[in-house]
C-alpha cells in the first residue's frame, strides 16, 4: 500500500536560517519566497492528503502562501517554520472542506459501490492501490472535518500525535479522541472491503 504510506513520503524539513525569517517577518519578498519556495511539496503532500484525490489542490496552496505572507510579521519561531507553516495549510485545508460548493461536489462524485467488478481484470499493484485511496477518500467525505484532519495527519501523514495537536489547535486528548472515532466510523464502513480494513486496524500502516 506505497499510496497511502505515511512512512515512504515523510522527508526532512529544509533548513532556513534565522536571517531569512528576519528578513521574511519584515516583508523581504525575496527571503518570503525562498522559505515558501523550500516548503511547497511538504505543504503540497499534506494538502493532498487531507482533501484527496482531484482537489483543487493550487486554489487552497495560494490561499496557504497568501496567509502565510500576511501572517509572517508576527512569526515569532515558537514553532519551526515548517510546523507554522504546516498550521497555516491546514487552516486553509479545513476552508475547503467546510466550502458549501465542495460539499455539493463531492457528494454529486462519490462513487456508491466499494467493491470491484466481478468483471473487471485483475489490477497491477498501483492501480490497486490508487483505488484502495480512492474508496478512503470515499469514506473519509462522510467523516466530520474535525475528525478526518486529526487521523489524515496522524496516521495517513503519520505525524506524532503532540504535533498533530499542534497544527489543529486542539488538545492531545481531544485530538486522540478525534483519531479513535475517525478510524471506528471508517472501520464500520469498510468491514467488506479487506484492504481498507487491514489499512485502518491499529498497526495496519506499514
Known amino acids: 500500500m506505497r499510496a497511502v504510506s505515511p512512512r515512504h513520503a515523510r ?3 529544509p533548513r532556513i536560517d534565522p536571517g531569512t525569517l528576519d528578513a521574511c517577518r519584515r516583508g523581504e519578498r525575496e527571503a518570503i519566497e525562498q522559505v515558501l519556495v523550500a516548503h511547497t511539496p511538504m505543504l503540497e503532500r499534506t494538502l493532498t492528503r487531507i482533501l484527496g484525490p482531484g482537489a ?19 512569526f515569532r519561531g515558537e514553532a519551526a517554520v515548517g510546523t507554522w507553516l504546516c ?12 466550502s458549501p460548493e465542495r460539499r455539493r461536489r463531492v457528494h ?3 462513487v456508491g459501490s466499494t467493491e470491484p467488478s466481478a468483471s473487471e481484470p485483475t489490477p497491477d499493484r498501483h492501480a490497486d492501490s490508487r483505488r484502495t485511496l480512492t474508496r478512503l477518500y470515499e469514506h473519509l467525505a462522510h467523516i466530520d472535518d474535525d475528525k478526518r484532519i486529526a487521523f489524515v495527519l496522524h ?3 503519520g505525524r506524532p500525535m503532540d504535533e498533530v ?10 485530538t486522540k479522541s478525534r483519531v479513535f472515532w475517525a478510524r471506528r466510523a471508517l472501520l464500520a464502513k469498510v468491514r467488506r472491503d479487506p484492504a481498507l480494513r487491514h489499512l485502518l486496524e491499529p498497526g495496519g500502516m506499514p
Open 11 to 13: 522527508r526532512p524539513r
Open 56 to 74: 483543487d489542490l493550487e486554489d487552497a496552496l495560494q490561499s496557504a502562501f497568501a496567509s502565510a505572507i500576511t501572517a509572517f510579521p508576527r
Open 87 to 98: 498550521r497555516i495549510a491546514v487552516c486553509a485545508a479545513m476552508d475547503r472542506l467546510r
Open 108 to 110: 454529486l462524485e462519490l
Open 155 to 157: 496516521v495517513l501523514e
Open 165 to 174: 495537536a499542534a497544527l489543529v489547535g486542539a488538545s492531545r486528548s481531544a
